[in-house]
């Protein structure tokens, strides 16, 4: 059974940083692709940022600039660093792991909360 663990959440004010980690383990596929997604009360779940295995990766437009995703494959850990936080970005950020074959898992979440 894949498990992802993450780690990271918290109360930051607007303008600061939090690094989000997300660990995967029981895979016995190769992990392709792991990202973030992200739902705030009353709105539907987004994608924040993903990477795929050569490294590339995508990101949501309100996040470009701010945001890092980055990825220790051997480890099977992804990593987002948020910076210039904004009251926008407070929500529940969900990590998200894809083997090979495209079967999805999700972890708990971890709670952003971006106030002064």
């Known amino acids: 059974q894949v498990q992802l663990v993450e780690s990271g959440g918290g109360l930051v004010q607007p303008g600061g940083s939090l690094r989000l980690s997300c660990a995967a383990s029981?895979?016995?596929?190769?992990?392709?692709?792991m990202g973030w997604y992200r739902q705030a009360p009353g709105n539907q779940r987004e994608l924040v940022a993903a990477?795929?295995?050569?490294?590339?990766?995508n990101y949501a437009d309100s996040v470009k600039g701010r945001f890092t995703i980055s990825r220790d494959g051997a480890k099977n850990t992804a990593f987002l660093q948020m910076n210039s936080l904004k009251p926008e970005d407070t929500a529940v950020y969900y990590c998200?792991?894809?083997?090979?074959?495209?079967?999805?898992?999700w972890g708990q979440g971890t709670q952003v909360t971006v106030s002064s």
């Open positions: 990477i795929i295995s050569s490294g590339r990766s």
């Open positions: 029981g895979s016995r596929l190769a992990i392709n692709r």
């Open positions: 998200n792991a894809a083997n090979l074959l495209g079967r999805e898992y």
